[in-house]
């Protein structure tokens, strides 16, 4: 299993600009996530879902959409690209929402100039 | 779900046990304790949870103490690999498991 997969790992964005993070689990998990994280801090849920065409906000959504079309995908979209969004992206998954652990991806590198 | 606190950093010898520490002297009785890890710029890992009994794994031990106010997590003989950053979560079983409050924890750094 690939578990938690993200593409890409590194991107360079100017200010204004769009793009989609993407993010997929072979684990069959109904609950999905993405997380940023800035230099030397810990990990700011931005949107999670529940399962397939349920999503919902997180700690600090505001610049950020998500969909859930699929169990298995998970894609994260920036719109209008600001230097405050540059960060590490985490998307992870979990079997239960209640007591299942999560599994992370390897991250995605965001900078926006 | 219980604030937790743990020191800021630690260092270890390499193949001698990490004890990180941690704090949460307002759990409630059905919170359980997770512990992560996360590696230079990787994704978090699952290590460990615990909710009153102590727990092994192949890679760590779980130590709750008797009124589960505070907890050990123990890496038996630590390699360099261990190198990371050590989240300690208290998390109730109705709180999504996304929710987990990922702090600053403690950067475990093994010394050669």
């Known amino acids: 299993n690939a578990g938690v997969t993200q593409t890409p790992k590194f991107r360079i964005l100017k200010i204004g600009q769009s793009m989609t993070l993407q993010c997929t689990q072979d684990?069959?998990?109904?609950?999905m996530y993405w997380y940023r994280q800035d230099p030397g801090m810990g990990l700011k849920l931005i949107y999670y879902?529940?399962?397939?065409?349920?999503?919902d906000k997180g700690e600090v959504p505001n610049g950020y959409n998500v969909s859930r079309s699929t169990t298995e995908d998970f894609p994260l979209r920036l719109e209008l690209a600001a230097p405050s969004q540059t960060s590490v992206y985490f998307c992870a998954s979990s079997g239960s929402g209640r007591t299942g652990e999560l599994f992370f991806g390897e991250g995605s590198r965001l900078t926006v100039l | 779900d219980a604030k937790t606190t743990q020191p800021p950093s630690m260092d270890c010898a390499e193949g001698r046990a990490a004890n990180l520490p941690c704090n949460h002297s307002?759990?409630?009785?059905?919170?359980?304790v997770y512990w992560y890890r996360q590696i230079h710029s990787q994704g978090p890992q699952y290590i460990i949870h615990?909710?009153?009994n102590n727990e092994t794994n192949e890679m760590a031990s779980l130590i709750i103490t008797e009124d589960r106010k505070s907890s050990t997590l123990i890496l038996p003989h630590a390699t360099l690999r261990d190198t990371a950053v050590y989240y300690c979560?208290?998390?109730?079983?109705?709180?999504?498991?996304?929710?987990?409050?990922f702090g600053d924890g403690t950067t475990l750094t093994v010394k050669p």
């Open positions: 684990m069959n998990h109904n609950y």
């Open positions: 979560i208290v998390r109730g079983p109705y709180t999504n498991a996304g929710k987990s409050t």
């Open positions: 307002t759990i409630s009785g059905n919170e359980y």
């Open positions: 879902s529940v399962g397939a065409g349920i999503t």
């Open positions: 615990g909710l009153k």
